[in-house]
């Protein structure tokens, strides 16, 4: 059975040193509200052009707090791609990073809108 959850999260991205392999990297830390309570913090590492539209990036994030009323801990992982200045995304929680209540949790989540103040709009599916 899934479950479609609603949460909101706003992004701090702090550059830090670039990996070989990568144009750039970034530490990032969100804070997140609605049906997932808490935070994340993780690294992105990116490559490519955004400039010309043709660049991707990966990202780990481990989220600490509460997801539907249980507690634990859960790491998501995102792809994101933009070939010709158009966005894919991969956003999905990494099978068997669960703790807590959240042991076994599997799902996506996809963006929705990106308010002007940074706060992004998410939609969960939770198995």
Known sequence: ?????????TVQLTPADPIPGSAARFDLAKTWSGDLTGTSHGTMTTAGDPAT??????ATETFEGTIAGRVGTLTFLQL??????????SYVIA????????VGKLGTLSIGDIDEDGNHEVTVQLA
């Open 1 to 9: 059975m899934t479950t479609t959850l609603r949460a909101t999260f």
């Open 53 to 58: 539209g043709d660049a991707g990036y990966v």
């Open 80 to 89: 994101g791609t933009m070939a010709g200045g158009e966005p894919q995304l």
């Open 95 to 102: 099978p068997g990073s669960g703790t807590g209540q959240l």
